[in-house]
């Protein structure tokens, strides 16, 4: 080792899902949406010139947090946009989550970024099994913590928790951040948005990259009270004023606008899983009950590792983890009625 290294931040990377270079696979490995996003999008594309990327873009993303503010009936003043959601709760991470001694606590089984950002930052982090059935046991939230960070529905589980169990959480941890990651929350959840007025202890953070179509475009945000609004502002401002670009900035409006397209769309989504859950089922395969754009499903018999090698050989992406509890499963983005079908084919030869 070169004695310079001995100051060098060493962190062990987040390792996203495969993008293949081959663009004829069938992918359902990222929980990326398959259908276009809303058509406004597409429109405001082709008004916008090279000339509209001279200028810095705005810091204070104005137009998209007036349009979030309005759909989501809060002030603008409770909204935080980012570069995917990624952004938003890398920033939170290292805006909240700022205590050396009391570990955050999150789910053994959850979204793989969050023991990244601890690592990255120098958080300790404390990771609490889920129960059986791969849900939350709100009592295990209930010990001293520097904060609280869980997706809802969960990742990679896709198992949803009720409102009130998480209200309870958040009632009982007045003294931590509570983050609820609502990524998937689109796809039949319910929000916990209704408590960001009553508990000033939680954050709820979305994205565009789901439900909206839109995980090219990175765009993610956060809604909570005004004060960590301000705290993730100065954070960010303290770090780069200009995350995010022009173009997402002026497209994600034209997204939010468009309510009925967005609602066809996830309804779309869960009319097919609902359908892909009964055909997986009638395989021989078992699952949670997915309330996200996926399904985490293992097979009676055969060894999920042997599927995913064999479904990628036939070109169709699903995504793997060779991981303590779950390695015996396969998550696989919900896309559309043709793909699904494909896919079905496809595992009838292999299981
Ligand atoms: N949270 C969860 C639970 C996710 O699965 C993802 C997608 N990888 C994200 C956040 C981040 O999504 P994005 O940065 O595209 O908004």
């Known amino acids: 080792m070169m004695k310079w290294e001995e100051n060098v931040r060493k962190v062990v990377p987040y390792v996203p899902g495969e993008q293949p270079k081959d663009k004829n696979v069938i992918k359902l490995n990222t929980n990326e949406n398959p259908y ?92 609490i099994p889920l129960d059986e059935d791969f849900h939350i046991r709100k009592e295990d939230y209930l010990i001293e913590n520097g904060g609280i960070i869980f997706p809802n529905p969960n990742a990679p589980t896709g198992v949803l928790e009720s409102v009130n169990d998480i209200e309870d959480i958040v009632k009982a941890n ?23 007025e009553k508990y000033e202890n939680l954050m709820v953070v979305q994205t565009f990259s789901k439900s909206r179509s839109m995980a090219g475009m990175r765009i993610g945000f956060a809604i909570a009270n005004e004060k960590m609004i301000d705290y993730l502002k100065a954070a960010k401002f303290s770090y780069n004023s200009y995350t995010m670009n022009m173009p997402s900035l002026i497209m994600g409006v034209a997204s939010v606008e468009d309510k ?75 896309g559309t009625d043709e793909q699904m079908q494909q896919l079905i084919e496809a595992l009838k030869e292999i299981v």
């Not at 007045?174 to 960001?196: K, M, R």
């Open 36 to 127: 276009p996003p809303a058509p406004g999008v597409e429109e405001l594309m082709n008004t916008m010139t090279y000339q509209d990327f001279r200028l810095y873009p705005d810091t204070d993303a104005t137009e998209l947090t007036k349009s979030l503010a309005k759909f989501y009936g809060v002030r603008e003043s409770q909204i935080f946009v980012g570069v995917g959601s990624d952004d938003v709760l890398g920033m939170a991470f290292m805006t909240f989550f700022n205590n050396t001694e009391k570990p955050v606590l999150f789910p053994d089984i959850t979204y793989s970024f969050y023991d990244v950002w601890a690592d990255l930052y120098r958080i300790p982090y404390k990771q």
């Open 260 to 334: 009925a397209y967005f609602e066809q769309t996830c309804e779309k989504i869960i009319t097919t899983r609902e359908w892909f859950k009964k055909e997986m089922k009638a395989l021989g395969f078992v699952f949670t009950d997915s309330y996200s754009n996926f399904l985490f499903a293992e097979h009676k018999s055969v060894p999920a590792k042997e599927i995913f090698d064999k479904l990628k050989e036939k070109k169709i992406y699903v995504r793997y983890w060779n991981k303590a509890r779950i390695n015996n499963r396969l998550r696989i983005t919900i």
């Open 174 to 196: 007045p003294e931590s951040v509570v983050i609820i990651d609502e990524a998937y929350i689109d796809f039949g959840g319910q929000s916990c948005l209704p408590l960001v």
